[in-house]
């Protein structure tokens, strides 16, 4: 069975700080990747997701970057953290072009508070 | 642009009724609705879909309800549960990008509380 994984799973930085976030997946290949930022009291953000190995695909400008250095590895950067940063960061995956790769499967999450 | 809401951001019902929570969008090209249930510090967990060929999906205790010409799709809970007490979110997802991937576009959630 797949599962993913999300690591750390709470961090509080400085701002200006840098910030390194990891996901990884077991059990598929070639999964879709996705990043989401859930702010207090609001839905989930889309911000990255990527269908491959160095392919990323960004939805909102900010500090944040993502890279994919692995099929089931996908990481999200930030070079300088911001107070606006904070949120809960949840990663997650989806089939390729299989028939319900429209199901997405989330992590346990990451709790960033910047200070 | 809000293209899915959630317009109630909370509900409380008694154990053993039944919940209705409520979503409704504004693209007419979505193709897939799906249902998602998120504890407190958790990752949000798949509870259940409906393509948009269909009007209900029934399993278990959960049923969704689409009606297209409304761009309305509801959650039924019957009998609610006191475990059943989470963050409910409603997604819709985009047509297939020229990348094979989709996107979702999530509704801001509904807090359900059932109470014992």
């Known amino acids: 069975s797949q599962t993913i994984h999300q690591w750390p799973a709470t961090l509080v930085q400085p701002v200006g700080s840098p910030l390194s976030l990891e996901c990884t997946v077991e059990?598929?290949?070639?999964?879709?990747l996705y990043w989401y930022r859930q702010a207090a009291g609001r839905g989930l953000q889309l911000l990255f997701y990527?269908?491959?190995?160095?392919?990323i695909s960004s939805e909102v400008p900010q500090n944040l970057s993502a890279s994919r250095p692995q099929d089931r590895q996908f990481i999200l950067s930030s070079k300088k953290l911001l107070l606006s940063d904070s949120g809960f960061y949840l990663c997650?995956?989806?089939?390729?072009?299989?028939?319900?790769?429209?199901?997405?499967?989330f992590g346990p999450g990451t709790r960033l508070t910047v200070t | 642009d809000q293209q899915v809401k959630q317009n109630s951001p909370s509900l409380s019902v008694q154990e053993g009724r039944i919940s209705i929570l409520n979503c409704d969008y504004t693209?007419?090209?979505?193709?897939?609705f799906l249902w998602y249930k998120k504890y407190p510090a958790e990752g949000p967990t798949f509870l259940i879909s409906?393509?948009?060929?269909?009007d209900k999906n029934e399993d278990g205790r959960f049923t969704v309800f689409l009606n297209k010409s409304a761009k309305h799709l509801s959650l039924h809970i019957v009998p609610s549960q006191p475990g059943d007490s989470a963050v409910y979110f409603c997604?819709?997802?985009?047509?297939?990008?020229?990348?094979?991937?989709?996107?979702?576009?999530f509704g801001s959630g509904t807090r359900l509380l059932v109470r014992p």
């Open positions: 693209n007419s090209m979505f193709d897939y």
């Open positions: 997650a995956w989806s089939g390729y072009r299989s028939l319900s790769s429209y199901e997405q499967y």
């Open positions: 997604a819709a997802t985009s047509p297939l990008l020229m990348d094979s991937s989709y996107k979702l576009i």
């Open positions: 059990g598929t290949s070639n999964p879709n």
């Open positions: 990527s269908v491959g190995i160095g392919q």
């Open positions: 409906i393509s948009s060929i269909k």
